[in-house]
């Protein structure tokens, strides 16, 4: 059985990985009508992936008996600057669910809950490769620019990464690693 105050910061982060859904749709959205196609499907399928964080969240509450409240959430930003300046909030927004995560596993480890203590391994693996995800795509935009069709080449390299998410493994292979 989870505590009030473990209920409640999971309730938080399910919300959390919601409003990481809804700001990766926008984000894709924004892409589209740029004519970014490539960003825009790799946005919208990790938006689907965010979903998939909450669902897991969602049924280990269910499991544990506790009820989840899904909250109200503010809009997410709609217009950017460029390309590297919208990846450069996706990356710090991940910065952010990293400790948000972080905070869940040190509640977990000092009330103690070690279910959820282990339950929570899943998502501190998740967020190392979504950080890891996110700084190589911002490493591309400063090496290959995004003045002239140098947009056109990043578009597309984001695109194949789109295609190399699968459901069973929802990050593209690191170089040399499994
Ligand atoms: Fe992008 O991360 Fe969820 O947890």
Redesign the pocket.
């Known amino acids: 059985m989870l505590s009030e105050a473990m209920t409640q910061r999971l309730n938080e982060q399910i919300n959390l990985?919601i409003y990481?859904a809804h700001l990766y749709l926008q984000m894709s959205s924004w892409c589209a009508h740029k004519a970014l196609e490539g960003c825009a499907t790799f946005l919208s399928r990790h938006a689907d992936e965010?979903m998939a964080?909450m669902r897991r969240l969602l049924n280990y509450m269910h499991e544990t008996g506790a009820l989840a409240i899904l909250g109200g959430m503010e809009a997410p930003l709609h217009t950017f600057q460029s390309l590297k300046e919208m990846f450069t909030k996706v990356y710090e927004h991940?910065q952010f669910?990293t400790r948000k995560?972080n905070e869940l596993v040190r509640l977990a480890d000092t009330e103690p809950d070690y279910a959820t203590l282990e339950f929570l391994q899943w998502?501190v693996a998740?967020?190392h490769q979504?950080e890891f995800l996110f700084k190589s795509i911002l490493d591309k935009i400063e090496l290959i620019g995004t003045e002239g069709q140098g947009l056109f080449f990043i578009d597309q390299e984001i695109g194949k990464l789109a295609s190399a998410k699968s459901p069973t493994h929802p990050h593209p292979k690191r170089c040399g690693a499994h």
């Open positions: 990985e990481s965010e964080h991940e669910v995560i998502y998740e967020q979504e």
